[in-house]
């Protein structure tokens, strides 16, 4: 089933379009003639214990700035998450910056290595609007009060932003492209069902092919032992 992933700034927002879209989900699942046959997952910073000090470069020494060793260890721990669940009866939601299009272009490979659709969802919030949203639960931290979403320190935050690459729709990877304005009521829940999902319950099943370069192609009965002998000889020599 599905990989929805979603991205956006710092502070956009992501976290309560991920709660409306998975509430929309179940709420369709549950009405289908095999409500079994489909599961949600949810899966965030948040859901896996990753703090957000993994993404604050200023508190690290120059060899971890150059590596960003503790970020690439939080999406290798995030892309396993992915793994260990996608499947044709999973449909699973990521929640996160994902602001890097390489990470983006790996997810949309994984999906399509198990022959499942996948789309993004961008949650467009203004720069000026997230970084009010910030500055206020800074603010909030500073007084001792206590808020639902942690804020980032003010230069993580900057930096994150400063290295977000927006989606686009023209490439594979980042299509289908579904966008979240800061003033709509939720995500476009319907045309992402339909997208990735259709009818499939009536038998209408979204078909992706993966990419030959990645498909092993056994050998017929035939020629196995001449194919195993040209492979040892490889290896020998």
């Known amino acids: 089933m599905p990989l929805i992933i979603l ?26 003639p095999d409500p079994a046959s489909l599961r949600v997952h949810l899966i965030s910073d948040r859901t896996l214990s990753i703090p957000r000090s993994v993404y604050n470069l200023e508190s690290k020494s120059q060899h971890e700035r150059s590596n960003n060793a503790s970020e690439k260890d939080a999406r290798a721990t995030i892309y396993a998450a992915v793994k260990r ?3 044709n009866k999973d449909i699973v939601i990521l929640e996160g910056a994902n602001y890097i299009k ?33 500055d206020e639960r800074l603010a909030a931290s500073a007084e001792g009060k ?13 930096n994150l932003v400063y290295r977000y690459e ?3 729709a023209m ?3 980042d299509s289908p492209l579904f966008t979240v304005l800061w003033d709509d009521e939720g995500p476009p829940c319907e045309a992402i069902w339909e997208s990735l999902v259709g009818s499939e319950a009536e038998g209408n099943k979204k078909v992706v092919r993966p ?12 020629d ?3 194919e195993l002998d040209k492979s040892t000889q490889k290896i020998l020599n």
């Open 224 to 226: 196995y032992l001449y």
């Open 211 to 222: 990419n030959l370069a990645t498909v092993l192609k056994a050998p017929s009965s035939e």
């Open 102 to 134: 390489g990470w983006r272009y790996q997810l949309y490979c994984e999906a399509k290595a198990v022959r499942t659709p996948h789309c993004v969802v961008h949650v467009g919030t203004p720069v000026s609007q997230a970084r009010s949203i910030n």
């Open 85 to 87: 669940v996608l499947s």
């Open 7 to 32: 991205t956006g700034y710092p502070t956009s927002g992501k976290t309560h379009r991920a709660q409306q879209l998975q509430n929309y989900l179940l709420t369709r699942i549950s009405s289908l």
């Open 166 to 168: 927006e989606p686009n």
């Open 171 to 173: 490439a594979r990877w």
């Open 146 to 158: 206590r808020e639902d979403e942690l804020p980032y320190e003010s230069e993580c935050w900057e």
